[in-house]
């Protein structure tokens, strides 16, 4: 089935509204698939075949890129395809360079790309960004390696390729990546007007108190409803240093509070969150005081970073924000942390940096 027949299909069964933005891809999507699906010729000396251009599918948040790619590569059959959040496939690559280099071997890059390519012909990630320099010095190469063995890549982004790594250090190295971008992957805005995360979370509770089954009930219902229910720890890379999101899904992050709150977590690490994801679910948020002084701090250190990204926050909580932090140093300072958790609430909270 074409992806306009299951397009079309989705929208007959009331799954999806008809959106003209995203109609607008689907034949980007059908001609990979047609060519992925001729046969592929192999022998011992021959080359591998030339790959089909992907597909650079870039625009605002909650536009459904992720879900096209996802409809796309659950269609594809019997076709060896891997979708991978874009932060976790280059952490992969990183150990295996590592791995690789332990043997002695000239260039590690080779026989990483070489991995990858033997496996599938097809690699979706969602959200590229670079924001990394370890990641900005090999993109390049790797990709290349990956065309080069016949492997096709589809992306979503919120940013267009020129945008990529802007501002970032010796940023004249990563240039080159965005013309190889341009040269094998069609760059196609999705301009959709409608922001169906957003309308999904428009009227809704997203502060839920207090903490018992209900709470947790209706916070997986949330879950739920965003991202299917499926998900995979997302790991960042931090001044040398992992930061692991439990779980992830199509920017979307969720951690109980001790995991962010309770570990020693700084300012770096909460803004690494922060660019990472859209919306952060946040369980468990336990009353605060002298008793647990420094997980409190690093909470507002965390709301802060959340606020001035203008991530969606989605919580469960002991109690209200003004009545989370009631004893003990920091009371006042507080003040400020439960006005943001207030604001936060607001239905139209986190549009305009989406």
């Known amino acids: 089935m074409s992806m306009r027949q299951r397009y079309d299909q989705m929208i007959a069964e009331g799954t999806l509204a008809p959106d003209p933005a995203q109609e607008a ?72 360079l590592h791995a690789a280099r332990k043997t002695g071997v000239d260039d590690a890059i080779a026989p990483v790309a070489k991995e990858v390519t033997d496996s599938i012909r097809l690699l979706a990630f969602d959200e590229m960004q670079i924001t990394d320099i370890t990641d900005a010095m090999i993109v390049g190469r790797l990709f290349e390696a990956l065309f080069a063995g016949g492997v096709t890549v589809i992306t979503t982004s919120n940013r267009i390729p020129d945008d990529l790594y802007k501002d970032g250090l010796n940023r004249q190295i990563f240039l ?43 916070m997986d219902a949330v879950w739920e409803d965003l991202t299917g229910g499926d998900a995979e720890p997302l790991t960042l890379r931090v001044k040398g240093r992992d930061v692991v999101l439990p779980r992830f899904r199509s920017g979307i992050g969720r951690a109980r509070f001790h995991a962010l709150c309770g570990q020693p977590l700084g300012a770096a690490d909460y803004l690494a969150i922060a660019e990472a994801v859209r919306v952060l679910m946040l369980d468990d948020i336990p009353t605060l005081g002298r008793s647990n002084f ?14 001035e990204a203008r991530v969606r926050l989605i919580c469960s909580a002991a109690a209200s924000p003004e009545m989370l932090y009631l004893e003990g140093e920091g009371t006042f300072e507080f003040e400020r942390t439960a006005s943001r958790l207030r604001e936060m609430q607001s239905a139209d909270w986190g549009r305009d940096g989406a």
């Open 294 to 307: 420094n997980e409190a701090k690093r909470f507002v250190t965390l709301i802060d970073a959340l606020y």
């Open 25 to 96: 891809v689907l034949p980007e999507f059908d001609r990979i698939r047609a060519a992925l699906e001729k046969p592929v010729k192999k022998g011992l000396f021959r080359r591998a075949p030339e790959p089909p251009k992907g597909l650079y599918l870039w625009g605002g948040v909650g536009r459904g890129k992720s879900m096209l790619m996802d409809l796309f590569v659950r269609e594809l059959g019997n076709i060896p395809a891997r979708r991978v959040h874009f932060h976790a496939f280059m952490q992969e690559i990183h150990e295996k």
């Open 176 to 218: 080159p990546f965005i013309e190889l971008i341009k040269d094998r992957m069609v760059v196609h805005e999705l301009a959709s007007p409608t922001d169906y995360r957003q309308d999904r979370l428009s009227g809704s509770p997203v502060y839920f108190t207090p903490v018992n089954d209900e709470s947790r009930a209706a």
